[in-house]
């Protein structure tokens, strides 16, 4: 699967500068004034995984495919969008279509770039989003509540259903917590997914900071300054220096990062974070022709992570070839690894573990 991304926040607080960082590209304008971004731009990402670079040093395959995910930068939204200010419901049915939602809030000052607050404060920018959101979930629930309650007084079950959860969900908006907030058992789980709720849908926060604030940064002390980012991942960015990344080699990013005093870049820890919150893992194919990275669930089996690579492998599974990749890396690659009996054949209930490295056997 591939993984898709929302880039939202308010006008002016880098949203459209990070989307270019991360994706190496020009494609979104970034300009000191609000609503430069109309249409969404879309760019794809490789997920960086070194352990994908080791496997193909030991293979040398024709091609290296990693795996990879989508960003969308999204216009800038704004306090009354779910009544049409701004961009409004443009804006909104494009969030509809992500797995992830990556709220922006500026956490930088700047002479230069105009805020449309007027002032820098991540607690009211997240404040207006949610409440954007949460707004734009009441009418969508009402009007679903209006339709879906018609054909629940004719009698009929699902619809009745539908409408206790509608209406729980309601309950929830109007005291301004998500859709997300609510406990529900697996069928309930499965019936909301038809109701597309924006506040429903797993989230995170960019805190775009300064350079010089970067390897500082407390993820705590602006926890403690945005109260309603609570239990909500953080991941510290600097648009800026991700901007700088963007035209260096991987050695000179390296070297770059480590003179700041960080560690890993601020895309490989957005993309991480986002793999967390959807419960995503990584497996790997090896061989002479590609060595490949494929995305799945934490917890797929054997059969359902070969359906990552084609349908009919799933439908004809008969039995995966698995090696671990710390046994497949020690063993220097498949045949040391058969060797030294690290090579299992697992059946259909075997749940897929991070960093398999796999061959499915089916039948057409």
Known sequence: MNLKI???????????????????SQQAEAANFPFCTIDPNV???????????????MVQPQKLIPASVEFVDIAGLVAGASQGEGLGNKFLSHIRECHVIAHVLRDFESDDIHHVAGKVDPAQDLSVILTELILADLESINRMLERTGRKAKTGD????????????FKEALEGEKLASSLDLSDEELVLSKRFALLTQKKFLIVANTSEDRLADFSVDAFRGRVQAADHIPIVPICAQVEAELAELSDEDAT??????GVDKSGLESLIRTAFALLGLQNYFTAGPSEVRAWTIRIGDKAPQAAGAIHTDFEKGFIKA?????DDYVACDGESGAKEAGKMRMEGKEYIVQDGDVMHFKFSS
């Open 321 to 325: 070839d698995v090696i671990a990749f």
């Open 255 to 260: 070297e770059f990062l480590q003179s700041l």
């Open 157 to 168: 079950k699902e619809a009745k259903k539908d409408v206790e959860l509608l209406e729980r």
């Open 6 to 24: 929302g880039i939202v926040g308010l006008p002016n607080v880098g949203k459209s500068t990070l989307f270019n960082a991360l994706t190496k």
């Open 43 to 57: 760019g794809l990402v490789n997920v960086p995984d070194s352990r994908l670079d080791k496997l193909a040093a």
